[in-house]
């Protein structure tokens, strides 16, 4: 090899050299600042901890998911304030009266009295909407200026600590009905009325739902603490006239009725108590027949048993009694029977009639539920008004009235108690409007056992009378005056029932009536 040739391969070799050192320091760096840890929740290699004495892997400790944050929904925060009363003793105002001149006489007739609340229509007889909206509200269309100012009645009724309720009209809307006939319902294709030229919208839509419970919001955005519905029914005698008029049935179409799943749980555990009972008979029925063909076939024996003594005779004799006494247990198994087939419980079902009454029950119930649900934000009390009657009956098949179901879903029951809206002998009362206190009494002492039934009973406040009944004709009625009035708040405050409603359609109260006849609540 030439000089130049080692020479070439020296640097061959150098180079080859660098090279190797160069790829060496590459990789050892490497090995020490590009290795990532692996995320603990990742890391699936088995240590000697995760191993039990077996050697065998143990399965991770799943744990528990955390459980959501669920957040209330915010409380209405009300421009005014009003506390809530001793016990709320209040008179009717139309929204003529609330918002004319008139407003200022029922401030006085409250500020000299005992009274301190007023319930005040917002959404009136007739559909209105009392108070005026904004041009942008969906609902300005049905709103009037009755009440031309609501915040300035809303700030009076706080100066002078007046409790202020909002009455909202519900299902007897004419307005609505004529402006949407899809809502109400339909004769000969034209909306029913009824013989004072009333129309309802229909409790099955849940949009007619919707409608009211969104003007029960404005009343409480406004001020009002307490939203109280009425005429939260269907029509009077709908019962009679259900298959002759056209109407949705909404998501009830189809639907089984709640009392019919609430019949059918019960017949589940009934007839499971039943067949138990009548096994337990047959068994014990079978094994007497046992024991009486046994004895029957001794005594048999024994009778033809031609060597019998003396004391085999006497032997025989208790053998017969034995056999008799067998004989009357089995009977008496036998008529235990006969009785319990008389109770064997029968499955429920409904006919279309049934179930047609008891959807009726479930929409206007659903209804209360729905709007007390709705309502939860505004710091608001919900009531109802309802038929005095229903609290003394199951339920108001027409109406949809059931007065448990709906007490179940207010703060507040206002039971319309009137003495002249009660047939004659009601309670046993011949002529009821004749015997305010009577009538009062014996209906609060009814209606005090049926919310004791009720787990979470409501406040009892009903409407009693401020007005004479002439329409109930001479010998029927009688002329109304202060102490009639003051007999009907007796008979409820000895009940122990402290707050009403006094009801005058013309807001014109009797004078001088003293509404604590018994004094304050004590």
């Known amino acids: 090899m030439t000089r130049n040739g080692r020479k070439n391969l020296s640097i061959v070799l150098y180079i080859v050299l660098i090279a ?27 240590t000697a901890s995760d191993v039990n004495t077996d050697g065998q892997a143990i399965e991770p400790v799943p744990q528990p998911e955390p459980e959501p944050v669920i957040e209330e929904q915010p409380k209405f925060v009300s421009p005014y304030n009003f506390e809530y009363p001793d016990a709320v003793r209040g008179i009717y105002l139309t929204s003529h009266s609330a918002g004319g001149s008139r407003f200022n006489t029922l401030v006085d007739l409250i500020n000299t009295t005992d009274l301190n609340a007023m319930v005040i229509d917002i959404k009136d007889d007739h559909g209105y909407i009392t108070f005026p909206l904004d041009e942008s509200s969906p609902y300005h269309v049905y709103s009037k200026k009755n009440i031309a100012d609501i915040h300035a009645l809303m700030k009076s009724m706080e100066e002078n600590k007046i409790y202020p309720i909002a009455r909202i009209v519900v299902f007897k809307d004419t307005v609505a009905s004529e402006a949407k006939p899809e809502w109400s319902f339909l004769d000969n294709g034209k909306v029913w009325h009824n013989n004072r030229e009333e129309s309802f919208v229909n409790p099955f839509l849940k949009e007619v739902w919707e409608y009211n419970v969104e003007i029960a919001k404005l009343a409480a955005e406004v001020g009002f603490k307490e939203i109280q519905f009425d005429y939260v029914r269907f029509p009077e005698g709908f019962e ?10 909404g998501e009830y179409e189809g639907k089984k009725p709640a009392k019919l799943y609430e019949l059918e749980e019960a017949y589940k555990t009934d007839i499971v108590v039943y067949e138990k009972n009548m096994n337990k008979l047959v068994e014990q029925r079978e094994a007497k027949q046992v024991e009486v063909n046994a004895k029957e076939n001794a005594v048999a024996n024994q009778a033809t048993d031609s060597s019998a003594t003396t004391n085999q005779a006497s032997t025989d004799s208790v053998a017969a009694e034995q056999l008799k006494a067998f004989k009357q247990e089995l009977a008496d198994i036998d008529k235990q029977i006969k009785e319990l087939e008389k109770k064997q419980p029968v499955e429920p079902n409904y006919t279309p009639k049934e179930t047609a009454v008891q959807l009726r029950v ?6 209360v539920a729905y709007a007390k649900e709705e309502l939860k934000g505004y710091d608001v009390d919900v009531s109802v008004d309802i038929f005095g009657y229903t609290a003394t009956i199951s339920e108001a098949p027409g109406i949809g009235q059931n007065f448990s179901k709906i007490s179940n879903n207010v703060d507040v029951i206002c039971s319309m108690i009137y003495p002249s809206h009660w047939g004659f002998n009601y309670f046993g009362i011949p002529k009821p409007d004749l015997e305010p206190y009577r009538l009062v009494k014996e209906y609060i002492t009814k209606e005090s056992e049926v919310l004791a039934g009720l787990d979470n009973p409501p406040v009892s406040r009903p409407w009693i009378q401020d007005f004479t009944a002439p329409w109930l004709k001479p010998g029927n009625y009688k002329q109304y005056g202060k102490q009639d009035i003051e007999d009907q708040i007796k008979a409820l405050n000895e009940s122990g029932v402290w707050e009403y409603l006094i009801w005058n359609a013309g807001n014109k109260y009797t004078p001088g009536v003293n509404y604590l006849p018994i004094g304050a609540r004590q």
């Open 20 to 46: 190797v050192l160069l790829i060496g320091c590459s990789d050892g760096a490497k090995g020490t600042t590009n290795i990532e840890p692996k995320p603990a929740e990742q890391d699936n290699d088995v």
């Open 240 to 249: 009679n006239r259900d298959e002759k008029l056209k109407y949705s049935l």
């Open 362 to 367: 479930d929409a206007i119930t659903d209804f």
